[in-house]
């Protein structure tokens, strides 16, 4: 290889998974390197870099320095680096993944900036184009759309650094492959999601939920009975139980009668339970708000699975509901997703199977780490077994620190935005054996729209910048000041318009 393209060599101990380099000039960090040796070609990236002057290293004094700077001719000056190594490039595992080498190289062997054309082949074999190099913007990065959705997803960041973009962009080249995906979207961001270079096939769905099959604690929570309230609770149960045995689901006519017929129950028991009447009668009070205020997510003779349409994004926008209705419904679509795609491959098989990539945002939030939530048993469950059924998952958030750990550890693939906090860090490393100290070092220098991207989705961890999805969805942030400006007019405009009219009417007078 041409001298001319040494960018440093090799020094100290080295080892097969890291190496220490000494650099001719300052090279970028998360740049891609190539060493040749033994009929190895290693590809590694640029982890961390740090400038050093040997003859300034004691100096305490300003006025010493200053002289000393007089007289630097820079020969002094030295640039180290660390790189993670990331495979042999002539050997691949199972997975397509570049395998590490045996022995590691010689200290003092040179080391090459690697070219475009090796990075475009290493990156560019995937489904998803999700944006280019960081250091090179000529090198595409596409992902395993395979990997992606069977070993599980993890999108975090801070606020406004790029997540609502990134999910974008991964939903329309996962249109592009006629996806079946479902949305559960929890600030209705993506309800009106459209691309101006292409037509996504976008399915709103309305949350509901079948409230014959779903628990009678689930019901209680939903018209709002106290978790501590150990008579109505139990009251409800009996009342739900006496009604389901005489009659079936589907020989109710709507959800008004199916209520009623509990109310209807309880109000017998007032009758020969006295002392209860107090309790029993809150009970009935909460059963018919809940009529009246649930009346949009609660119904009868309804299974979610119709809803969905194949090959279409699917959003359920959930902005209007509190947390306990979003809970119920997480997790009462989680279940009739996993459960259907199960049934699908128990019954016909694998060839027959219906893969769906599930996509929650705000997941800290039904996922928690020191809360128990119905959605979160359903959730972790698809991400210990959903990949054998073809139900793939994306776990969306801002506050990694708490969302479950157990379940962003089933999340394989990571793309990974800014991130300040080091509990935030701490516990996405934790969750993590690809992340190493180094890349997490880099979490708080990444900007807006760029994404540390690790695991079986991409070869080799790559320091991305996300393209902008060339749409419109509503996770942008407001543009604040034209707001004000253009509200001020309009206000301005009517109040004109006010005067005018009142001076009309006194003349007339």
Known sequence: MNNENIIGYTIGETRIDELTFLAKEPPKVGDYIKINYDNYELLGMIESTIQGNMAL???????HLEKIREFDDNSSYYILG????LGDL???DKNGALKLPRIPPSPGIPIYRADDNILKKVFGDGHLKIGHLVTRDSVEVKLDANKLCSRHLAILAMTGMGKSNTVAVLLKELNKLKATVLVFDMHGEYRNIHCNSEKLRVHVIKPKINIYNISYDDLCDLAGVDSQATKQRPYIRKAIKEVKESKKEHEFKDVEEYINAIIDKLKEYMINNSKDENSIQT??????????????IITLHYNPINDIREHHINIIPMEELDEYAVDIIVSYIAKAVLDDRKKIIIDKGRDFAKPIFLIFEEAHLIVPQNRKTRAKYYISRIAREGRKFGVGLCLVSQRPKTLDSETLSQCSNLIISKLIEPTDQKHVQMASENLSEDLVKQLTSLNIGEAIILGPCIKVPA????DKFDGEYGGEDLKIVELWEKNYKNSENIKEDDIEK????TNIF
Do not use: G, Q, T, Y
């Not at 320091?463 to 996300?466: A, D, G």
């Not at 009142?502 to 009417?505: C, M, R, V, W």
């Open 502 to 505: 009142n001076a009309f009417d």
């Open 90 to 92: 002539k050997e691949l």
């Open 283 to 296: 009970a009935i009070f909460r059963l018919e708000d809940m009529l009246n205020f649930r009346k949009n």
């Open 82 to 85: 660390k790189i993670k190594v």
């Open 57 to 63: 290293e004691d100096i305490l004094s300003v006025e």
């Open 463 to 466: 320091i991305v910048k996300i």
